[in-house]
């Protein structure tokens, strides 16, 4: 997480009110405990400090409640001395309950995460690195591909911003000098930019990525510039629907369709009320020259193909070798995201709450 600058947890900061008289909590257990003694841990511009020192009873079991709640999303860690010590990573949020599972002879390694689905997803990617780096047949960059999944499927910041601040042998999994790193950054900055704009973590990642894009020489150094749509002309892009019949956007725009161009994963959970929407406007206008052009960003070919198969739209599908150069051509942090371009091919708007997508779409139909 070097340079990525952020003033903490707001420990002492009251944000939104909570049932009980405290904010956040972790407690969990350690079994075979070798200490009695851990630390919570928290970090700020840089560094780790110490927020507080928990006792581990002889029963292994540990607690702790902050006095309030999370002000922002944040990964906090807990840490155990000693030769099989070492640390676990836990996200907490508002007034978060989070549980941990450990073992004495392993505990930076072997545990386990819950209370929270944050907390569970930190706990798949901490894994899935450790796998990755346990594997004979190591690939960084097949590692870095799936963990990009994370990072786009991310409405809170806090996953892509953990992802983004991991390293393998001391080395930056993603690096913002990088054209693939900075690719990302770029998709993590939009996020917040979308969901949490005075987040100081989403502006220190937006000017890391505005500094690799001159490191590379693709723009000046704008640090402060907002990342936004093109909002004058749309950037094609082609792929395969489920019977591989190419299409593209270009072709749509040569044959005057309005077109709403969707972001998207089948998999998430907000997929099948979003599909509900485009199948609702699809039906009302299809007539009238309207077209779907749908991308879909799911890892699973088959379970893409299975939802893909049963949509009137054109659904095109993004597979992991394919990258997330469409997600940064079009600044998508997160899924779903939509965008309407009208017959002359000109992006005249992005709409970010789908249920308001029928009313923009009758505006240029």
């Known amino acids: 997480m070097k340079k990525l600058i952020y003033g903490g947890l707001a420990l002492a900061a009251i944000a939104a009110s909570c049932s009980g008289p405290k904010g956040w909590s972790v407690e969990g257990s350690i079994q075979n405990p070798e200490v009695d003694k851990i630390a919570l841990e928290a970090y700020n511009n840089g560094l780790w400090y110490t927020v507080d020192s928990l006792t581990v009873g002889k029963d292994g079991r540990f607690a702790y409640s902050a006095d309030a709640p999370a002000h922002y999303a944040e990964v906090l860690r807990l840490t155990a001395p000693g030769e099989n010590g070492g ?30 689905d944050l907390a569970r997803t930190i706990c798949t990617i901490d894994s899935t690195i450790a796998a990755a780096k346990g594997s004979a047949a190591f690939d960084d960059s097949e590692l ?81 510039t907002v990342i936004e749509a093109d909002e004058t002309g749309y950037i094609d892009i082609a792929n395969y629907d489920d019977r591989g019949v190419r299409h593209s956007i270009s072709d749509l725009v040569k044959e005057g369709k309005l077109i709403v161009l969707s972001f998207t994963a089948y998999g998430t959970d907000a997929s099948v009320p979003y599909n ?90």
């Open 276 to 365: 509900a929407i485009l199948n609702d406007i699809y039906t009302k206008y299809h007539d009238n020259g309207l077209e779907i052009f749908q991308i879909a960003f799911d890892d699973d070919e088959q379970a893409w193909k299975t939802v893909a198969r049963n949509l009137p739209w054109i659904t095109v599908w993004n597979s992991p070798a394919d990258g997330i150069a469409a997600l940064t051509q079009y600044n998508v942090g997160a899924f779903p995201a939509t965008f309407i371009i009208n017959r002359k091919g000109e992006i005249v708007t992005r709409v970010t709450d789908p249920t308001k997508l029928q009313a923009e779409v009758a505006k240029h139909i």
């Open 144 to 224: 870095r591909r799936s963990l990009v999944n994370y990072i786009t499927a991310d409405t809170t910041g806090t996953v892509a911003y953990y992802v983004i601040g991991k390293s393998v042998g001391g080395k930056p999994l993603f690096d913002p000098n990088e054209e693939f790193g900075n690719r990302v950054y770029g998709a993590a900055a939009q996020i917040f930019a979308s969901f949490a704009p005075e987040d100081p973590r989403g502006h220190a990642l937006r000017a890391d990525y505005f500094r690799g894009r001159a490191a590379l020489g693709k723009l000046p150094d704008m640090p402060d």
């Open 87 to 116: 640390s676990i990573y836990f996200p907490v949020d508002s007034c978060d309950k989070v549980t941990v599972e450990a073992y004495g002879s392993h505990f930076g390694s072997g545990y386990t995460l819950g209370g929270t």
